[in-house]
């Protein structure tokens, strides 16, 4: 079975950063990160193409990176100038190929702290 293992979460103060890094188990047509609150539903943070195509919520354009190395099937979210509004669990998405279904990751807790 495809696995992604999401790291890089963590508890930072207002105006942080963090890394947060999903590896995959077999290359990628398309990876990303969603993110959900308590009591929200699930929104769309980043996502990234293997041919380097980026998609950003309008929330975080200018503070949020999205990279990604497909010789190590890992994926990158570089996230700057973290708000509280931030806090969230962040999982990593992937689609094995452009007809494949989606495949999460089990998530990693981000805490942005006023």
């Known amino acids: 079975q495809v696995q992604l293992v999401e790291s890089g979460g963590g508890l930072v103060q207002a105006g942080g950063s963090l890394r947060l890094s999903c590896v995959a188990s077999?290359?990628?047509?398309?990876m990303g990160w969603y993110r959900q609150a308590p009591g929200k539903q699930r929104e769309l943070v980043a996502s990234?193409?293997?041919?380097?195509?980026?998609n950003y919520k309008d929330s975080v354009k200018g503070r949020f990176i999205i990279t990604r190395d497909n010789a190590k099937n890992t994926v990158y979210l570089q996230m700057n100038s973290l708000k509280p509004e931030d806090t969230a669990v962040y999982y990593c998405?992937?689609?094995?190929?452009?007809?494949?279904?989606?495949?999460w990751g089990q998530g990693t807790q981000v805490t942005v702290s006023s």
């Open positions: 998405n992937a689609r094995p190929s452009i007809l494949a279904t989606e495949v």
């Open positions: 077999r290359s990628m047509f398309s």
């Open positions: 990234i193409t293997n041919g380097g195509f980026t």
